[in-house]
């Protein structure tokens, strides 16, 4: 079953059927704080809620500047120094 669905079907289990978050994370293999996340999603926000979201790394990671041990940031320049 694809994600999208497996959320579709727990939010259903738990809202039209009134089962327990527990007995909904229990029956569908996923943790409590799963089921309540997309249950509240659903009531905000509808079907568009509990669709998957990414989780790319890229979207995860800091917005810093790291540098090298060369002392150049990501982009190419020096950090900490002046520009000729």
């Given at each position: 079953?694809?994600?999208?669905?497996?959320?579709?079907?727990?939010?259903?289990?738990?809202?039209?059927?009134?089962?327990?978050?527990?007995?909904?994370?229990?029956?569908?293999?996923?943790?409590?704080?799963?089921?309540?996340?997309?249950?509240?999603?659903?009531?905000?926000?509808?079907?568009?809620?509990?669709?998957?979201?990414?989780?790319?790394?890229?979207?995860?990671?800091?917005?810093?500047t790291v540098t090298s041990p060369t002392g150049r940031?990501?982009?190419?320049?020096t950090v900490g120094h002046a520009q000729p």
């Amino acid at each position: 079953m694809a994600s999208r669905e497996k959320n579709h079907v727990i939010v259903c289990y738990v809202i039209d059927q009134q089962h327990s978050i527990a007995e909904a994370a229990a029956r569908f293999g996923v943790s409590r704080r799963r089921v309540h996340v997309l249950t509240q999603r659903y009531l905000a926000d509808g079907p568009a809620g509990i669709a998957p979201r990414s989780a790319c790394a890229w979207q995860r990671r800091s917005r810093a500047t790291v540098t090298s041990p060369t002392g150049r940031n990501l982009r190419g320049r020096t950090v900490g120094h002046a520009q000729p």
